[in-house]
């Protein structure tokens, strides 16, 4: 019902999103779960001792910001070929669905620049000169660096995707490299000066092995892992196949986010292997993509809300009545 009326594409559908989290986090808040994500390695560790519902606020608050831009960004590129409200909705509930507790941490805010270093790289396609991209997407990855260490990999990823998207100039490279640092260098600078040592020999963080599953060990979990996994493949075999019928600004802008895709999902592997359950917030743009595509594009709509509803609830009865 959700998804069906987000298809009409009208753009007033868009005031409802901040309800629907709301409803929806809200089952955050009287349902929690445990163990609750343990640190990942950051800078920034100021953790004021507020009530969880504060940070689950703080966290809605990001999550529909990082919605409507993940949003413009698929209208704006035409990368689903049509406009569409969808992706929007879908990320909100993937997120949802993937972020244990729904909690925030300063680590989250590195999703937000992902999504506007993305933003600004696939916009490089054919240019002459991408000086002023490639510096500023640098910038924005570098300051997504700063709240997580773990984006480090995505600067492999940024300068393919321009090597991709339009002619190699090795100033537009060297560029990028010096706008990502210059966000850490300042950060530094600025560190050292107050605390007299670099933040950087602090050790802020404990490695701990993943033991369980951070969203939880029930079937109902378990079940829901599986959907939402399907899902996910479907979407990108869908992705794939229109690639050849797409106009080639399209199609190379597509593979470069199969390149994104790809290197996201092994961050999170080894994200959570290190660090109990904090990987499945890099899952949420990927995700998201992929899931919103197949919802887009689906020869067999009924099919695919079918399976998108059932990955809800069935996360919703691990959360309420888990089986066991």
């Given at each position: 019902m959700i998804i069906r009326l987000y298809r009409t594409n009208q753009s007033i559908i868009q005031l409802g999103l901040p309800l629907i989290a709301v409803v929806f986090w809200s089952l955050h808040f009287f349902f929690p779960i445990a163990p609750a994500p343990s640190a990942i390695p950051q800078w920034f560790t100021f953790q004021p001792e507020w009530p969880m519902w504060v940070w689950q606020v703080l966290q809605m608050a990001l999550v529909l910001l990082e919605a409507i831009v993940f949003n413009r960004i698929i209208n704006d590129l035409e990368l689903f070929d049509r406009i569409s409200y969808v992706p929007s909705l879908i990320y909100v509930l993937v997120a949802f669905m993937l972020i244990p507790n729904g909690l925030f941490q300063w680590s989250s805010l590195s999703n937000y620049f992902i999504l506007q270093t993305i933003h600004t790289l696939l916009q490089v396609y054919r240019q002459n000169s991408a000086k002023?991209?490639?510096?500023?997407?640098?910038?924005?990855?570098?300051?997504?660096?700063?709240?997580?260490?773990?984006?480090?990999?995505?600067?492999?990823?940024?300068?393919?995707?321009?090597?991709?998207?339009?002619?190699?100039?090795?100033?537009?490279?060297?560029?990028?490299?010096?706008?990502?640092?210059?966000?850490?260098?300042?950060?530094?600078?600025?560190?050292?000066?107050?605390?007299?040592?670099?933040?950087?020999?602090?050790?802020?963080?404990?490695?701990?092995?993943?033991?369980?599953?951070?969203?939880?060990?029930?079937?109902?979990?378990?079940?829901?892992?599986?959907?939402?996994?399907?899902?996910?493949?479907?979407?990108?075999?869908?992705?794939?196949?229109?690639?050849?019928?797409?106009?080639?600004?399209?199609?190379?802008?597509?593979?470069?986010?199969?390149?994104?895709?790809?290197?996201?999902?092994?961050?999170?592997?080894?994200?959570?292997?290190?660090?109990?359950?904090?990987?499945?917030?890099?899952?949420?743009?990927?995700?998201?993509?992929?899931?919103?595509?197949?919802?887009?594009?689906?020869?067999?709509?009924?099919?695919?809300?079918?399976?998108?509803?059932?990955?809800?609830?069935?996360?919703?009865?691990?959360?309420?009545?888990?089986?066991?």
């Amino acid at each position: 019902m959700i998804i069906r009326l987000y298809r009409t594409n009208q753009s007033i559908i868009q005031l409802g999103l901040p309800l629907i989290a709301v409803v929806f986090w809200s089952l955050h808040f009287f349902f929690p779960i445990a163990p609750a994500p343990s640190a990942i390695p950051q800078w920034f560790t100021f953790q004021p001792e507020w009530p969880m519902w504060v940070w689950q606020v703080l966290q809605m608050a990001l999550v529909l910001l990082e919605a409507i831009v993940f949003n413009r960004i698929i209208n704006d590129l035409e990368l689903f070929d049509r406009i569409s409200y969808v992706p929007s909705l879908i990320y909100v509930l993937v997120a949802f669905m993937l972020i244990p507790n729904g909690l925030f941490q300063w680590s989250s805010l590195s999703n937000y620049f992902i999504l506007q270093t993305i933003h600004t790289l696939l916009q490089v396609y054919r240019q002459n000169s991408a000086k002023e991209e490639a510096f500023i997407s640098g910038f924005l990855l570098g300051i997504a660096f700063l709240f997580s260490w773990y984006v480090v990999p995505l600067v492999a990823w940024a300068l393919l995707a321009m090597n991709t998207l339009k002619t190699f100039y090795w100033r537009e490279w060297l560029l990028f490299i010096i706008a990502f640092l210059f966000p850490w260098w300042t950060f530094e600078a600025i560190y050292f000066a107050v605390y007299g040592q670099w933040s950087i020999v602090v050790p802020q963080f404990e490695m701990e092995h993943w033991t369980t599953n951070p969203l939880g060990a029930d079937r109902s979990t378990m079940m829901f892992s599986i959907f939402l996994l399907v899902m996910v493949v479907l979407g990108l075999f869908s992705l794939l196949g229109r690639f050849s019928g797409s106009i080639i600004r399209v199609r190379r802008q597509r593979q470069v986010l199969l390149y994104f895709f790809i290197i996201m999902i092994l961050i999170s592997i080894t994200v959570n292997a290190m660090y109990v359950g904090n990987g499945m917030q890099l899952l949420v743009i990927p995700f998201a993509l992929s899931i919103s595509f197949l919802l887009v594009h689906s020869a067999f709509q009924w099919l695919t809300d079918l399976l998108f509803y059932a990955a809800i609830g069935l996360f919703l009865l691990s959360r309420i009545a888990p089986l066991g």
